[in-house]
């Protein structure tokens, strides 16, 4: 009787702890989100300690990952190598890619199409969501940037969107609904 009190107790704080540390997750993406709106950078400390806390929640194995079952160690680091690596292949490709859908070059700026901390914040939203969840975030991140970039396109003084508040949205959204994301995908 004594063992199962103090199993049951083990397991309730193991999930206080997870949903206090998700928690802070959440809090860091919010004002990695509100940096990043109004100075457009994104803070290495805050996207690091990002990373740092994910890998530290994968390494406890009790968090949820799309797809089932517990993100481990490899699921992390292979969630910000696909989500650094990838945002910034598409950052590179952005300028190839702008006259097939009609810009020029000009219009584009001399700056980068993506910049590298939007590719950092998604490698560590990786961190969090192993790379099967990484899909789930761009779909909602960019679906939230494309509907308010095309209410500022009205607006013709402002002509750059932020991405990263939009890659934490989503990244809050997968962080807490990811797998009854992929359980509506499997229907």
Same mark, same amino acid.
């Given at each position: 009787?004594?063992?199962?009190?103090?199993?049951?107790?083990?397991?309730?704080?193991?999930? #206080?702890?997870?949903?206090?540390?998700?928690?802070?997750?959440? &809090?860091?993406?919010?004002?990695?989100?509100?940096?990043?709106?109004? @100075?457009?950078?994104?803070?290495?400390?805050?996207? &690091?300690?990002?990373?740092?806390?994910?890998?530290?929640?994968?390494?406890?194995?009790?968090?949820? #990952?799309?797809?089932?079952?517990?993100?481990?160690?490899?699921?992390?680091?292979?969630?910000?190598?696909?989500?650094?690596?990838?945002?910034?292949?598409?950052?590179?490709?952005?300028?190839? %890619?702008?006259? #097939?859908?009609? %810009?020029? %070059?000009?219009?584009?700026?001399?700056?980068?199409?993506?910049?590298?901390?939007?590719?950092?914040?998604?490698?560590?939203?990786?961190?969090?969501?192993?790379?099967?969840?990484?899909?789930?975030?761009?779909?909602?991140?960019?679906?939230?940037? %494309?509907?308010?970039?095309?209410?500022?396109?009205?607006?013709?003084?402002? @002509?750059?969107?932020?991405?990263?508040?939009?890659?934490?949205?989503?990244?809050?959204?997968?962080?807490?609904?990811?797998?009854?994301?992929?359980?509506?995908?499997?229907?």
């Amino acid at each position: 009787m004594n063992d199962f009190f103090w199993m049951h107790l083990s397991s309730v704080s193991a999930g #206080v702890g997870v949903h206090v540390v998700m928690a802070l997750g959440a &809090a860091i993406l919010g004002l990695l989100a509100v940096v990043d709106f109004w @100075t457009f950078r994104l803070p290495d400390v805050l996207v &690091a300690g990002l990373a740092a806390l994910g890998c530290c929640m994968a390494l406890s194995g009790l968090l949820p #990952v799309v797809g089932g079952g517990g993100l481990d160690l490899l699921d992390a680091v292979e969630g910000a190598a696909a989500g650094g690596l990838g945002l910034v292949m598409v950052g590179r490709a952005g300028r190839w %890619l702008a006259p #097939v859908a009609g %810009l020029s %070059l000009e219009e584009l700026g001399d700056g980068p199409v993506i910049g590298l901390g939007d590719a950092k914040l998604l490698g560590a939203i990786g961190c969090w969501v192993g790379p099967f969840g990484l899909p789930f975030v761009l779909v909602i991140g960019c679906s939230l940037a %494309l509907l308010v970039a095309g209410v500022c396109r009205l607006d013709p003084a402002r @002509t750059v969107v932020a991405f990263g508040p939009y890659l934490c949205a989503g990244g809050v959204a997968v962080i807490y609904e990811g797998p009854w994301m992929a359980n509506l995908c499997q229907l």
